[in-house]
């Protein structure tokens, strides 16, 4: 089945190619994978990187070559809350890896892998520009950071019970990008 | 206490809003630049500074606006680097997200002085949430008439953008972020020819950091001769140090040029010194890609002078004994810390974030990655050690980009200061994971 924008997202792709000029409206590229991964399940579907080579009158594989090279872009499904635990430098020296090994342990799954439920998928990812709140770990649009066992815990549970999303408020004149957690509306 | 002008007023509550940061004094250099001055007396201002680039070249501001190519017949461009990703440096996100008003401000001036009417921010992705509060704010300043047509009455006009990417250190390239910005991969071009005579799409353009941006502000409202007596000689002027890894007060902080080392490290101003009564053991200064040096050299240069935190100071001694300031990303480490993984970490960066444009890069990171895994895991040979210096001199200067240089230099860096523990891996794989020897992987205690 061809994924079709919702009307609002359609006229916000409108205003977006009007920032880039008019002969380079392949500029829009990357804010609109980012919206098309967000309203299409969390992932970017061969289908979903064809209709947006549609909408930018582009050649599918210039979609492709794109999407595969950016690694917030998701080829596969994953599970509704993508916990990506920063790996690099120094939230290794402040225990990364054993926030790592805590998450596996706790969600019973091994990296790039999902909970039966569907809620969780656990990755590791380069630095997130938070090296001075390390341990850190983006969920949707959310980091959480300084984290410990504790912390994990209440995040899991929070996210569970929906007391914490993972996306922030948009502000009134943005009209960027829809995020993880529009998905479920 | 440091003075304050990337971060001034910072703690003023609600200083990211609009009203807030103009009762404070911001957009000021928006009137004096559009209503009293031509865009070249303010790229004069700028030059007469000595700004220097603050993502990590440390290249002269200045100098690179005057390479702009004001005579071609095509729109001009001006490109904000956001795309903050060298581990240890979270400066920039700190700024926008405490003061994004400072940098729309600074793009303004610095637009108008470029004479681009439009200019982009490019954002790394994941920050998101930045990316909508810097159009929050874009917003703002659009209607108050300090962007859109016809800034404050003039027939200066100025459309800003904010642009994210999608994930990918090799977006900090600045030739990679205009690939990217204009909806490609992100692999760097080859130069020249530079931006400056041919960037985003074609046309003349420059790309600064967030950081140097934010300083326009206060050259163009002090005057650019007030900026240059702040700092020591060629580096004036304020830096943020993102600082990260064994200390009691990590954080951003604004400190001026020429602060010795030490005070930053031990200071309760800065660092607070090393955490849980530990000892010092090395240091990153400016960002994962430049040379680690051990404590005795981070203090002191190879000739027992104190080193500051300076461009000059860092990288005195070149890369045998000396480092670099970079980005300002000042990663620390104490005596728990086992330089062997600590250097596979950052191999393994290098490997991942390698765009596969260049045969030496893209194949020599996943060696050196390869090597130091097995050096770490207790597999490594004698050989390796020689292999890996081996390999990092086949990547160093041989690629289109600097991230080859990148890869390379953490690597050599570390056998160079601490090649007794790569020794004693190979020599002693059973004692790796001892939990009370020093050489115990991080992350276990």
Redesign the interface.
Known sequence: MTPQFSSQTLSNIEILKT???VE?S??????I??MAQAEFGGYLSRESMDYVASL?NLQPI?VY??AT?????HLKPTGKYVLEVC????C???????IVDYLKQKLGVDLNQTTPDGLFTIKE??????????PVL?VG??YVENLTDQRVDSMLAALKSGELSDN?P????????R?CGDKQS | MSRKILLENGDISGIDQFDIYRQHGGYQSVEKAIKTMTPLEVVDEVKKSGLRGRGGAGFSTGMKWSFLDRKSDK?RYLVCNAD???????K??YLMEKIPHRLIEGMIVSSYALGASRAYIYI??????L???L??A???AKAHGLLGDNILGSDYSL?L?????????ICGEESALLE???????YPRLKPPFPAISGL?GCPTVINNVESIAAVPWIVTHGGEEYSKIGIEKSSGTKLI?????INR???YEIELGLPVEEFIYSDAYCGGIRNGRTLKAV?AGG?SVPILPAELILRTAAGIPRLMTYESLSDGGFQTGTMLGSG?F?V?DDT?CIV??TW??AR?YH??S?GQCSPCREGTGWMEKVLHRIEHGHGTPKDIDLLVDIAKKIEGKTICALGDAAAWPIASAIRHFRHEFEYHIAHPDKITDPDHVYQ????K
Not at chain 2, 242 to 246: F, V, Y
Request: overall charge negative; glycine content about 14%.
């Open positions: 920032r880039y000029p380079q392949k500029s829009a590229l990357l804010p994978l980012h930018l210039e070559e794109v090279f950016y690694t917030m872009f790996r690099t430098g120094p290794a020296l402040s225990g990364a890896e054993h990812v380069e630095c997130l520009a938070s090296c001075g709140s390390g983006q649009e959310c922030e948009t502000p009134a004149h943005s009209i960027l990008f995020t | 729109p903050e990703s060298e581990p240890g440096t979270f920039d996100r790394r992705g994941e920050l998101m949430w990316a909508k509060r159009e929050n874009i917003g703002e459309d953008v904010v642009h994210p990417g999608g994930g990918a250190y990217s910005l204009e909806g490609k991969r992100g799409y993102s600082a990260s890894g064994h990590p954080g951003v990153v994962s990303g990663i480490m810390t993984r600590n970490n950052f960066f991942h974030e765009c992987p991080m992350g276990t």
